[in-house]
């Protein structure tokens, strides 16, 4: 069994959720936390989850879309959280790769969901991309209380272990599989095994074999493969180990 532990089912290359998530199934993907990145998508994720038993949702409001929130997000975020289905504050964080004339605003409400998130009693799930110094340093100031989650990490491993003390997992996903992926690796290499998980992050960067074309869940086998593969492990075994690791964090 395997997790996808950031997808975004929600996304409108998606046209039709039930055969994404049935050939999930069929890859046996049998989770997957489908992730928000404004209100808009965070409302429909909560519509996605509550048609499939084993999709789960996290809400949010990613530092892009910083610009273009309305007053009472935090309001409106605090009353999604009854949802049951519900299971992070995400995503969340700092990127300074398109956009960076923001930098205190992304900050600001970074902090504000971390601290809607401790409120919670919920993880976080932090994006962090150009801005991987700024992160660390935000959340050495405002550590979530739950043990939370670094998606996609292309950080060093220095960096990595400076999130663990803060009590950070981190997922990987199809960038692992690119030739170009070195650091990753390295880092992948490096780590413990039970601070890693699998996500695909879809409908973006698919792996190797199906670069270039759309992801989705279906496709975290190729990605635990490749972990396999680096760390020298049984892919069950990293089936197994990845699974609980967010079957633990998500409490899915």
Do not use: W
Request: charged share 30%.
């Amino acid at each position: 069994m395997f997790i996808d532990v950031h997808a975004h089912l929600n996304d409108e290359k998606f046209e039709n959720v039930e055969s994404i998530v049935e050939n999930a199934l069929s890859e046996k993907v049998d989770k997957i936390i489908t992730a928000g990145f404004d209100i808009a998508s965070s409302r429909k994720n909560l519509e996605i989850a509550s048609r499939f038993p084993n999709v789960f949702a996290t809400i949010g409001v990613h530092p892009e879309m910083v610009d273009e929130l309305e007053k009472d997000y935090l309001e409106v975020l605090k009353d999604m959280s009854k949802n049951k289905k519900v299971v992070a504050i995400g995503e969340i964080g700092l990127d300074y790769h398109f956009k960076n004339d923001n930098k205190e605003l992304q900050k600001e409400i970074f902090v504000k969901q971390i601290e809607l998130a401790n409120f919670l009693d919920l993880p976080v799930v932090v994006h962090s991309r150009d801005a991987m110094g700024d992160t660390l340093e935000l959340l050495k100031k405002h550590p979530p209380k739950k043990e939370s989650l670094l998606h996609c990490y292309s950080g060093s491993i220095e960096s990595a272990k400076e999130f663990i003390k803060l009590g950070f997992s981190f997922s990987f996903g199809g960038v692992v599989t690119f030739n170009n992926a070195k650091n990753v690796v390295k880092v992948v290499e490096e780590l413990p095994i039970e601070k890693i998980m699998l996500e695909t992050d879809c409908p973006y960067m698919a792996p190797v074999p199906f670069r270039g074309k759309r992801n989705e869940p279906m496709y975290i086998p190729y990605i635990a493969r490749k972990i396999a593969e680096i760390k020298n492990i049984e892919v069950e075994k990293i089936a197994e180990i990845t699974t609980k690791n967010a079957e633990k964090m998500f409490k899915i």
